[in-house]
């Protein structure tokens, strides 16, 4: 490895997680990758701001959009882990925990019906 980099996917120690590389079984919590995120670029995100890491966070829902359209597997599943990056990059510097706003939002249920399998009209939201 040169200097500080990692190979791409590391979980070592000194981050706090629990294993080198997590399983795709497995996967990370919420919680455990917004903390990654924030320690691997909380500076330049903070240098950045609000309103210049949600333009790459609309850049990267557009890119979604089209791997959802005609990309492969492996196209979609990169879009979504970037879409989530970006997300819990903006969370961290507004200052909000994703998992507890998830919980708090949706941990009891449907919010527009409060039912665990959402019964809400098709017409409206959500």
């Known amino acids: 490895m040169e200097g500080n980099r990692r190979p791409r996917g590391y ?10 590389q997590p399983s795709e079984s497995r996967g990370v919590s919420l919680a455990d990758f917004q903390q990654l995120i924030r320690k691997m670029y909380y500076e330049k995100d903070l240098a950045r701001g ?41 969370a961290n510097v507004a200052g909000v925990d994703l998992s507890a706003a998830v919980a708090r939002k949706y941990g009891t249920g449907c919010p527009g019906c409060g039912q665990l399998v959402c019964r809400c009209p098709d017409a409206g939201k959500p």
């Open 11 to 20: 979980w070592g120690e000194d981050t706090g997680f629990m294993s080198v």
């Open 50 to 90: 609000i309103d210049g890491t949600f333009m790459w966070l609309m850049e990267e829902v557009g890119e979604l959009a089209a791997a959802l359209r005609s990309g492969t597997h492996e196209e979609r599943m990169g879009e979504f882990a970037d879409v989530i990056a970006w997300l819990a990059t903006i």
